[in-house]
């Protein structure tokens, strides 16, 4: 498919490649090294009507979730705050409506993930990110790389599709460096991934009180854990936030915009109605398998991916090393 991009890569350069003014290599490799893959017009196949609609809707605040979402595999809508009076059945359907063209695009702009993809939330981002205030670990005002904390991914990308809807405001993100650099700095104040892997009785007490109360699992593997507690590190980390190198990118109305985001530090400052479609990606379609995150974590503590991506309930007495 031949539909125009440009790289901004992340990196200390922030070089841009534009593939209208030059040749360059498949997408999929500028994103598997830290890219942000732009598209001044978002190729999402987004209808007016749908945007104007959305533009409409004025109190979605609910003080429970963070953002709307809607997910593909139970066609089911949540964050609303139902005295807002939402139209849901047309906010669904819009949402619903993004996610497959999104997947669409997808499947023929990055073919080589056509049969390795997932599809994860979508979500609806109505209020101003500036100035907003949410729990720290909430926060995405700072630099983070994405884990999230009730879906497990087992070593599966995080990529995450975003359209800036707003009539005419830009929505501002600072990145820093990537996922390798930043574990590699900060390993040794980690908690040691040795400590992940141990079904401690701890968690067996926990599991098993969770299973009497009815309550949902989230199962998480130790490279999970690792990257939720990375994530966690990486907000709470003051000098970080203050010191770290940072680039600014500024998402104009219209455009989209897809970036690994298990990979690309990354916060967002400010900007209002935005859409966005996750989608995990196995470690084994990648163009460049080494950058994954799993892989790294692989190289940093010697443990295999297998062990790495195993489900916590499922670990073995013995971890291989
Ligand atoms: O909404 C955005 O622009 C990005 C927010 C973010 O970092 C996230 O949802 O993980
Ligand atoms: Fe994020």
Known sequence: ??????????????TRYNSASEALAHPATYLEQGGILYFEHSP??????DR?????????????????????????????????????????AVLKSYSEKTTQFLDEFLSPYRNHR??????????????RVLRLRARNDLLHVDSFPT??????????????IHPTKVRVWKTSDNFEVLAHRFKGQMRPLSGQLERSDKTSLRQRLSHAL????????????????????????????????????????????MVYTDMVSHSVLSGQYALEQTFLIDPEAQLLPEKAPIEILKD??????????TAEHQLPEQIPV
Request: charged letters at 25%; hydrophobic letters at 30%; aromatic letters at 14%.
């Open 300 to 309: 940093l503590y010697g443990y295999p991916t297998s062990t790495l991506r």
């Open 1 to 14: 498919m031949t539909i125009p991009f440009q790289a901004f890569m992340t990196d200390a350069e922030s």
């Open 118 to 131: 997932s599809l994860d939330y979508t979500s609806f981002r109505p209020l101003e990110e500036e100035g």
């Open 52 to 92: 104007d609609f959305l533009l409409n809707q004025k109190q979605l605040e609910s003080p429970r979730h963070k953002n709307i979402a809607y997910k593909p595999h139970l066609d089911k809508l949540t964050g609303i705050d139902q005295r807002a009076g939402v139209d849901t059945l047309r906010l669904k």
């Open 214 to 257: 009815g309550l949902k699992q989230s199962n998480q593997s130790p490279y999970d854990r690792w990257m939720m507690d990375f994530h966690n590190f990486l907000k709470e980390n003051a000098d970080f936030q203050a010191q770290a190198r940072k680039a600014t990118w500024e998402f104009p109305p219209h455009s989209g915009w």
């Open 151 to 164: 879906r497990p991914t087992y070593g599966k990308r995080i990529l995450r599709v975003f359209t800036n």
């Open 44 to 49: 999402f196949g987004f209808s007016d009507e």
